[in-house]
């Protein structure tokens, strides 16, 4: 009990400080006080010192601006942990409702169950990246409906379509590799791992540069689309990709929106999801990529 407390206290502290304006330190205190969550200033000041030390997020004070705030330069991705956050405040609210009543799975509709096959396995993952140890796993290839051992020095967990990816290298390769943790059986944490993540940056970079996981070995481009409002505001709420800048509309309702990115698969067929909503304006191979997918989609109707 005593450490769930703890951790909603601190996911409370966090989320905090992130959606006010530098807060005063007496301000965190009523704001817990108002969640039942009841601290001294000595206390939440170690809270503040856990938050660094445990979770890479400084929270920092600011004598101009006489409150605190999150230090994103001298932070982990604030826009990831923060994904990480909802899912484990999602998680804790199905928790607490399920103990008082199950008729809580009455009232939520899952998209695909499937999404959360392999989340298990999480726990595992991220505790083997943070101690910078090997794992241990055994992979089924649904391609070749065939299972087999790996040890893997993993470097990072990845998200893509509701679904999640542990990325690192497999021992005796020396290129990074990415499987989808649903597949994934008989996981188990192993010795210390003697390969260095900053020895492979430069391809961990790559899932940077693209949508997905499949940098297919090409150049970022830039790349401009065509795109109508009404669409553009579901880009709004949810970028296709952190390089996306949209510009204002035109005089027929449309938008240029603007990306640099390596064009890979995923990417195309984020642009086929929107139909005639979108248009490529360049560069002109990625245009004809597109028109080539929509006339073999085509061809198989005939």
Same mark, same amino acid.
Not at 104 to 119: C, N
């Given at each position: 009990?005593?450490?769930?407390?703890?951790?909603?206290?601190?996911?409370?502290?966090?989320?905090?400080?992130?959606?006010?304006?530098?807060?005063?330190?007496?301000?965190?205190?009523?704001?817990?006080?108002?969640?039942?969550?009841?601290?001294?200033?000595?206390?939440? &000041?170690?809270?503040?010192?856990?938050? !660094?030390?445990?979770?890479?997020?400084?929270?920092?004070?600011?004598?101009?601006?006489?409150?605190?705030?999150? @230090?994103?330069?001298?932070?982990?991705?604030?826009?990831?942990?923060?994904?990480?956050?909802?899912?484990?405040?999602?998680?804790?609210? /199905?928790?607490?409702?399920?103990?008082?009543?199950?008729?809580?799975?009455?009232?939520?509709? /899952?998209?695909?169950?499937?999404?959360?096959?392999?989340?298990?396995?999480?726990?595992?993952?991220?505790?083997?990246?943070?101690?910078? !140890?090997?794992? #241990?796993?055994? #992979?089924?290839?649904?391609?070749?409906?065939?299972?087999?051992?790996?040890?893997?020095?993993?470097?990072?967990?990845? &998200?893509? &379509?509701?679904?999640?990816?542990?990325?690192?290298? *497999?021992?005796?390769?020396?290129?990074?590799?990415?499987?989808?943790?649903?597949?994934?059986?008989?996981?188990?944490?192993?010795?210390?791992?003697?390969?260095?993540?900053?020895? /492979?940056?430069?391809?961990?970079?790559?899932? &940077?540069?693209?949508?997905?996981?499949?940098?297919?070995?090409?150049?970022?481009?830039?790349?401009?689309?065509?795109?109508?409002?009404?669409?553009?505001?579901?880009?709004?709420?949810?970028?296709?990709?952190?390089?996306?800048?949209? #510009? *204002?509309? @035109?005089?027929?309702?449309?938008?240029?929106?603007?990306?640099?990115?390596?064009?890979?698969?995923?990417?195309?067929?984020?642009?086929?999801?929107?139909?005639?909503?979108? !248009?490529?304006?360049?560069? *002109?191979?990625?245009?004809?990529?597109?028109?080539?997918?929509?006339?073999?989609?085509?061809?198989?109707?005939?």
């Amino acid at each position: 009990m005593a450490t769930h407390i703890i951790t909603r206290r601190i996911q409370n502290i966090i989320q905090f400080v992130y959606d006010s304006k530098y807060p005063s330190k007496q301000a965190i205190l009523d704001y817990l006080e108002d969640k039942d969550l009841f601290l001294t200033s000595r206390t939440l &000041e170690r809270d503040f010192e856990r938050i !660094r030390t445990d979770l890479g997020l400084e929270i920092t004070y600011s004598k101009k601006q006489m409150g605190y705030f999150i @230090d994103e330069e001298n932070s982990v991705k604030v826009d990831s942990f923060f994904r990480l956050l909802e899912i484990v405040s999602i998680a804790d609210i /199905f928790s607490e409702s399920l103990k008082d009543s199950k008729k809580i799975l009455d009232f939520v509709s /899952f998209d695909d169950s499937k999404s959360f096959k392999g989340i298990e396995n999480i726990k595992t993952i991220l505790l083997a990246i943070s101690q910078k !140890r090997k794992l #241990h796993f055994k #992979h089924h290839n649904f391609e070749r409906n065939t299972l087999r051992k790996y040890e893997l020095t993993p470097f990072l967990l990845k &998200e893509f &379509e509701n679904r999640w990816y542990v990325i690192g290298v *497999p021992t005796g390769v020396n290129k990074i590799w990415s499987f989808g943790i649903d597949r994934l059986s008989d996981i188990e944490k192993g010795n210390k791992a003697n390969l260095k993540k900053s020895e /492979f940056n430069k391809q961990l970079k790559t899932y &940077e540069e693209i949508v997905g996981l499949n940098p297919e070995d090409k150049k970022v481009e830039k790349i401009r689309l065509y795109i109508n409002t009404l669409h553009v505001n579901y880009m709004r709420s949810l970028p296709l990709h952190h390089s996306q800048v949209i #510009h *204002p509309k @035109d005089e027929k309702g449309f938008h240029f929106v603007d990306f640099e990115l390596v064009p890979n698969y995923e990417f195309k067929t984020l642009i086929l999801k929107m139909g005639d909503y979108a !248009r490529v304006i360049s560069p *002109p191979k990625l245009k004809a990529d597109i028109v080539y997918m929509l006339k073999a989609t085509l061809k198989n109707y005939r």
